[in-house]
Each structure stands twice: as structure tokens, then as C-alpha cells.
């Protein structure tokens, strides 16, 4: 019954910003890791920012630099925060949390790079 919901996405020109939510149904502490990805059309899904339990993050290295993957434990929620968004980051974006044994999507969130 893990349920993740992403939010904040939306149409953004270039240069600009956004930041997405993935708001989980249970504490994120349970997770092992949550992470974003992205998928555009025709294009395999692809691991963009990572956070483990511990705290370490890692990233692609197509946003290295320009996104930022937090979470506020007390919220139940992980963040993507995207800066100086390129039109090759629109995709949908969805969150994604791993325990041990088991892996669960959100739906996704739409964001659009367009002037």
C-alpha cells in the first residue's frame, strides 16, 4: 500500500527553475533509497538524482551541478530542486523508493522546457 505522489511539475522556459515533490504515504526512513527519474517520449527511463538513507546523493551527469535531490524527513517527502532547466530535461519525471526487497513508482509529473 506505498503510494509516492509527485507534484510541481509544469512548463518552464529555459534557464528557469522548478521544484518537484514526491510525497511518500510512510515514513522515507524506511526506504533504502528514493530517487528521480525521468523518461521522455521514445526514451528509456533513466536514473537522474539519487539519495540513500544515510544522506549521500548522487546524480546523472547530464544535471550534475544544476539539480539538487533533498528530503524532509518530518514532510515524508523527497524534493528535486532544477536549475537552469535545458529543453532536453523535459520528460516526466517520477519518483521512485526501494527497500530491500521492494520498489514502488509515483505516477509521474510532466515537465516541459519550452520558450
Known amino acids: 500500500q506505498v503510494q509516492l505522489v509527485e507534484s510541481g511539475g509544469g512548463l518552464v522556459q529555459p534557464g528557469g527553475s522548478l521544484r518537484l515533490s514526491c510525497a511518500a504515504s510512510?515514513?522515507?526512513?524506511?526506504?533504502?533509497?528514493m530517487a528521480w527519474y525521468r523518461q521522455a517520449p521514445g526514451k528509456q527511463r533513466e536514473l537522474v538524482a539519487s539519495?540513500?538513507?544515510?544522506?549521500?546523493?548522487n546524480y546523472a551527469d547530464s544535471v550534475k551541478g544544476r539539480f539538487t535531490i533533498s528530503r524532509d524527513s518530518a514532510q515524508n517527502t523527497v524534493y528535486l530542486e532544477m536549475n537552469s532547466l535545458k529543453p532536453e530535461d523535459t520528460a516526466v519525471y517520477y519518483c521512485?523508493?526501494?527497500?530491500?526487497?521492494?520498489?514502488?513508482w509515483g505516477q509521474g509529473t510532466q515537465v516541459t522546457v519550452s520558450s
Open positions: 510512510e515514513s522515507i526512513s524506511s526506504f533504502k533509497t
Open positions: 521512485n523508493a526501494m527497500k530491500i526487497l521492494s520498489m514502488y
Open positions: 539519495i540513500i538513507s544515510d544522506g549521500n546523493t
